[in-house]
């Protein structure tokens, strides 16, 4: 983890303005660290320039309350929601294009509403799943 921390990785204004415990599990956390390994610090380091995470882990109380889809990635550390420093959909779609130019091992790759952000997992599975929502 060169680029990215735990903590950036479970703060949720979410969290602190309803008093959710977000404290990921050491499971959890071994997640979130394979997550940067294998994907966010390679896409940082090819960026080359900051990349903010908007959402990571959400434990299943957190995922409810911001109408997280109920076998979300996130609940388990494998996900995050990510966008550039400038958050112009420009911006983040070249962020998306980038993760394909990379062959990153993501498991789902997810333009969010026109490239308002980005979803990027990583799991064992690696479906190289891609998806559009409008």
Known sequence: MKYFTIT???KSATASRRGIDNTPSSTIKANL???VDKILDPLR???G???IVTSGYRCQKLNTAVGGA???QHMYGQAADIRTVSDKPSD???LF???LKLNLPYDQLIDEYGYNWIH???SPRNRKQILHIK
């Open 8 to 10: 950036e990785l479970t």
């Open 33 to 35: 660290t394979e997550l």
């Open 45 to 47: 380091e090819a960026w």
């Open 49 to 51: 320039a900051p990349i």
């Open 70 to 72: 109920k076998s979300s």
């Open 92 to 94: 983040n779609k070249k």
């Open 97 to 99: 294009d980038l993760i």
């Open 120 to 122: 990027v997992s990583y």
